[in-house]
């Protein structure tokens, strides 16, 4: 089984909505896990370091042509990159995933794309609401019937969520990933969600 | 008036408790703004590149001994790194900054810094717990009756904050910072913490 779960970056990609499901794959509460089940590898078009909306520059592990073929997971990170020529690159790299079944999650404006892909269209789905997909997707979207006004929404090994819901997309993606007990994982989400203060009060 | 905000990041840092306040120093909703009251800034013992819990690779804008002198904030971010010796280095950093009146901020492990320092005996405060602060701080805190059981405290400039907390955290330092209106402030906080669906449902 392949360990590695790829988050495609673009630039002024949004850091908040991968962070979670990177921590919890990583690591327990207080340190590195030990033997991690997954380890978390971050691609971007090319090797150079690529600048997240908050500033920080990250330094990628693979590009867009030296990405692996196989992997655990393919994620795809909102941010404001999505509307850019570079986003198109990503098509035939989702299409393949899909097409072998791998666990897909894409998230805000990750999910627009898949809408303007046409990558929606057989599955249950949220983002960044019904109107941002169908600008986006225009009559490669057909599957309004299938959006769900969830924060997260689990279908066919494919996770979208709204660029507010980085836990519930973590939480969807670790348990189609079956990264821990569905237990353990729904005391993260809550852990993080609720907040140490009022979970315990 | 200096416009960059410091974050300090160990090895093995806790990228979640960053990443919020750093997308709203930096971006609207919609775009990154045109002209950001303050820049994010990454500041690393040195100038390689500093992994994160989650494994991505951050390449510092600043080393320990590059850093400027004068800054808007200096936010500690926690990880696992504030329990080994490099960590030592930051209270010299720290204790400038308080002495500036500088804001600061110290979420989850370097909260716990700050009582291991002493940092924390004039001020009300939070952290992971009144039973960490005790632990770390031993016989150089002496104000466990000032610890408050909540998600983020600031006073006097300084915030503290839990692991959970990164919304609170980050709010807090955004109303010191006036980064932005309180209204726009609380509005950004409420629907990251709600989230999309549940804040308009």
Not at 64 to 92: E, Q, R
Request: aromatic share 12%.
């Amino acid at each position: 089984m392949n360990k590695e779960i790829l988050y495609i970056l673009l630039p002024d990609f949004a850091g908040h909505e991968m962070v979670y499901l990177a921590e919890a794959v990583a690591s327990d509460e207080y340190a590195l896990k030990e033997n991690p089940k997954y380890v978390s590898k971050f691609v971007a078009p090319t090797l150079t370091p690529v600048k997240s909306i908050g500033g920080f520059r990250l330094l990628p592990d693979y590009s867009f042509d030296t990405m692996p073929d196989d992997y655990a997971a393919l994620v795809l990170v909102g941010g404001f990159g999505w509307t850019t020529p570079i986003a198109d690159k990503v098509a035939s790299i989702v299409k393949h995933a899909i097409e072998k079944g791998k666990i897909v999650g894409a998230i805000c404006n990750a999910a627009s794309f898949m809408a303007k892909h046409g990558f929606l269209n057989n599955i249950k789905h949220t983002g960044n609401g019904i109107e941002q997909l169908s600008i986006w997707g225009r009559e490669n979207y057909t599957n309004s019937n299938g959006y769900v006004n969830a924060q997260a929404v689990s279908d066919a090994s494919i996770v979208t969520a709204n660029g507010s819901a980085t836990l519930e997309f973590a939480k969807e993606l670790l348990l189609l990933l079956k990264n821990d007990t569905p237990e353990r994982i729904e005391m993260y989400y809550q852990f993080n969600k609720q907040g140490f203060c009022d979970l315990f009060k």
